[in-house]
């Protein structure tokens, strides 16, 4: 049995594929323009130029998202992208050639030290408390009996030198994990990551090896007291992350 026509030789099953074709193309379309809200436009790596000016594939409209706790909207793609200054210079003239820090790697935000602009507020736990905050902040958190407490011992840096003394645990109240070890270097307090220490128990002693002991001074400090923002986290760890390449030469050498 032939399917109704409907104009001609155009039925139903007709309708049908020309329905789903015209959706696949809009959902492409759709996907494309929705991935460039950030990053884009693209510039040319060694003219600066934009690189994709534009265009239905190459644009998002601006799209608004309400942030809880009343933090307002956030909207995407924003009014421009700030310009950036990397302090670093390239190896050698040509595209693609690799960059070399200025200054302190550690604090460039270039290679493994990079981090993102992330906002400068603290995360909220579903309370709409600060969900990183030092151990005496969160209730019924405690280090349990049968684990080293970290308070207290010695932290050893990458040339197995004494940077400090921990002197406090910042949790994550949410998910009920340690997050940074506060280590009293003598002229700060810096906070570092638990994910790049080890604690070892036995000898009294917190080793992490991403920097030196000397560089631990050096470390960004969260500027308000008992708290810390996504954008202080990314430079927290950018600074110490980087130290797997950037503390010594022999980290930036080849191995073969």
């Known amino acids: 049995m032939d399917d109704v026509k409907i104009i001609g030789d155009f039925d139903l099953t007709s309708m049908v594929f020309a329905a789903f074709t015209l959706f696949f193309i809009g959902l492409i379309v759709y996907l494309q323009r929705e991935s460039r809200r950030e990053g884009y436009p693209l510039e040319d790596e060694a003219t600066g130029r934009i690189d994709t000016p534009g265009g ?12 809880p ?3 307002g909207t956030v909207t995407v793609p924003g009014p421009g992208r700030d310009p950036v200054d990397m302090p670093a210079d390239r190896t050698f003239r040509s595209p693609g050639a690799p960059y070399q820090p200025r200054g302190n790697p550690l604090t460039s935000g270039m290679g493994p030290a990079a981090y993102a602009n992330r906002a400068d507020h603290p995360d909220l736990d579903a309370e709409g408390r600060n969900r990183i905050v030092p151990i005496g902040m969160a209730e019924h958190i405690a ?3 049968r684990d080293s407490d970290p308070r207290g011992m010695a932290v050893i840096g990458a040339d197995d030198q004494v940077a400090g003394t921990v002197t406090d645990i910042w949790v994550d109240r949410a998910e009920h994990q340690i997050r940074y070890l506060e280590v009293d270097t003598g002229s700060n307090r810096v906070l ?60 930036q050498d080849p191995i073969l």
């Open 56 to 67: 239905v594939l190459h644009t998002a409209p601006p799209k608004s998202f309400l942030m």
């Open 69 to 71: 706790f009343g933090r």
């Open 143 to 145: 280090v349990d009996r």
């Open 192 to 251: 570092a990551p638990m994910g790049m220490a080890k604690v070892k128990g036995k000898q009294g002693k917190v080793v992490i090896d991403a920097i030196n002991a000397a560089d631990f001074a050096g470390a960004p400090v969260p500027k308000t007291a008992g708290q810390i923002t996504f954008l202080e986290e990314e430079k927290i760890f950018g600074y110490f992350g980087g130290g797997y390449l950037y503390a010594n030469t022999a980290r």
